[in-house]
C-alpha cells in the first residue's frame, strides 16, 4: 500500500512539472485540442507558480469553462480582472449575458471600455462589439418572454429526437428521411413533417448553389407518385439555415427552426404564415422556447391542447431536454419588471411555470395513451402478390412506384386500425347511454369506408406497378 502510495505522489509530482515547464501558449494549444484535463492542470499549476499573473488566470478560467466547472471559471476570471488581464471583463460580460444578467453584463463592459482609455503606454482595441451586439439581443429577446406552463420535460437522444413527440393522427406525423422517395434531396439531419392525410411531406434540403439548407414541400399525386420537391419560401431561413419543419392542421401556421442573424445563437424557433399565395416573412417567436444555445422542433397538438419543443440549453452533450407545455391562442408575456423574468426565460424551474394549484396528470395520462406514429417506411409488413410471392420489406420491391405505392398502403392500415380503435371506444360509449356520439360515429364510419376503399386502390396500383 505504501509503495503504491509513494507510486502515485511521484507521477502527481512529475504531472506538476510537467506542467510548470509549460508555457501558456502551449497550454493554450493543449486545451485548444481537446486535452481539457491536462491544460487545466497545468494552467493551475502555472497560476500557483505565478500568482500575480492576470494571462494565467485567464487562461485558467478558460480551461475551466471548457471543463464545464463555471462558478470556478468565474473565480478566475475575476482574479485576472484584478490582475488587470482586460479581456476577462469580455469573457465575464458574455457569461452574464448567457445567465440573462444585462445588468452585471453592461458594467463588465462599462468597465472593461474604462480599462482601455486608462491604459496610456499604447492603445488598445476595443472588442467588446459582438459580446455587445448579443447582449442586445437577448435584452430585446427579455421583453417578450411568454407566459406558460410547461407541464413535463423528458431527456432523449439528439439524433430523430422528434420521434418521442407523441401527437394524435390529426396532427400529422414527423418522420426520418427514409420516408422520402428516392433521389429526392435532404439535409442531414432533418425531419420529415407530413399532413393528416398523408398528401404532403415537408422537410429540409440542401440547396448546391449555396450550400444552405431550405424546406421544401411535395405533393401525391393521382397517379401514386410524388412530384418533384420545390422550396416552400427561400426566404424563411433568412441568411442562415431552416429546418426540423411543422405545420399547423391549420394549413397557415408554419413552425421551423433557424439559425440566421435573427436568432439568439444556433438555432431559434420560427413562425411563418401563409396568406394565400404563400408564407410571409418568419418572426422569431422568442423566449423561453428559444435561448441562447440552439432550439428546435415546435409542434402542437390541438387534440390534446399539448406543445412540445426540443433544445439543448441544459448541455447534456448528445442529449437534448423536450418540454411539454399548454399553448394558448392569446400570447401573454411576463411582466419585465417580474423578478423571476431570467428564471422563466432559462426554464429554471419547470414547478414555478404552473398555476396554483394546477393538476396536469389529466393532460399527461391524455398524451400517454396515444399510440405512438412511426415512418411507414421503418415498419415491416406482409405483402403477397398474386403469384404467391411474399414482400416485407421496400428492398424487395423491383419497382419504384410500387415501393412509393408500398408507403401509401402501410400508412393507410396503420389509419384504417386506428379507425377501428376509435370506433370501438365510442360505440361502447354509445351503447352506455351518450347518444350525443352518434353523428361522430357516423363520420368516423365514413371515414373507415372510404380508407378502406383507398386501400383496395392502392393495392391494385402496388400488384398492377411490381408484375408489370
Partial sequence: MKKLKA?????????????????????????????????????????????????????????????????????????AVELDAYNAYLTLAAIATERYDIAAAEQYITDYKARLTKNKRKQLPDESGAVEERMTKIRTMLDRVEKIQIIDSITVDKRNFFEAYQLTHESGSLNTIDLLPSGFPFSEPTSVYRTEDRREMIWSATDVSTGKSTLCTTNYLADG???????????????????YPFLMADGITLYFASDCSESLGGYDIFIARNNG????????????????????????DEMTGVGWWATDRNKLGDKLTIYMFIP?????????????????????????????????????????????????????????????????????????????????YVDLSNEIADLKEQLEALRVKYAKG????????????RDLVNAQNDLARVKNDIIRAEIR
Avoid at 510537467?18 to 487545466?40: C, F, H, I
Avoid at 499573473?53 to 482574479?79: H, P
Avoid at 407518385?225 to 429546418?243: C, I, Q, R, S
Avoid at 422556447?289 to 409542434?299: G, I, P, Q, R
Fill in 225 to 243: 407518385t410524388w412530384e418533384e420537391p420545390v422550396a416552400l419560401g427561400d426566404h424563411l431561413g433568412g441568411d442562415g439555415n431552416a429546418n
Fill in 328 to 408: 394558448s391562442e392569446l400570447r401573454i408575456n411576463v411582466d419585465i419588471n417580474d423578478p423571476s423574468l431570467a428564471d422563466r426565460a432559462h426554464i429554471t424551474s419547470i414547478r414555478s411555470t404552473w398555476e396554483k394549484n394546477a393538476d396536469y396528470s389529466a393532460l399527461l395520462n391524455k398524451v400517454a395513451a396515444i399510440i405512438p406514429q412511426k415512418s411507414a417506411a421503418s415498419q415491416q409488413f406482409d405483402f403477397t402478390l398474386p403469384d404467391g410471392k411474399h414482400l416485407t420489406r421496400y428492398e424487395d420491391f423491383t419497382n419504384p412506384q410500387a415501393r412509393e405505392a408500398m408507403g401509401r
Fill in 7 to 79: 507510486t502515485f505522489i511521484a507521477i502527481l509530482l512529475s504531472l506538476t512539472a510537467y506542467a510548470e515547464e509549460l508555457t501558456l501558449e502551449q497550454v493554450q494549444s493543449l486545451l485548444e485540442s481537446g486535452n481539457v484535463a491536462e491544460a487545466t492542470a497545468a494552467a493551475d499549476s502555472i497560476s500557483k507558480a505565478k500568482p500575480k499573473s492576470g494571462d494565467a488566470c485567464y487562461l485558467l478560467g478558460k480551461c475551466y469553462e471548457a471543463d464545464q466547472r463555471l462558478d470556478e471559471a468565474i473565480e478566475a476570471y475575476t482574479r
Fill in 434 to 445: 351518450d347518444t350525443t356520439l352518434e353523428m361522430e360515429i357516423l363520420y368516423l364510419e
Fill in 277 to 300: 399565395t404563400g408564407f410571409l416573412q418568419p418572426q422569431n417567436i422568442g423566449m423561453p422556447y428559444n435561448s441562447a444555445a440552439d432550439d428546435y422542433m415546435l409542434a402542437i
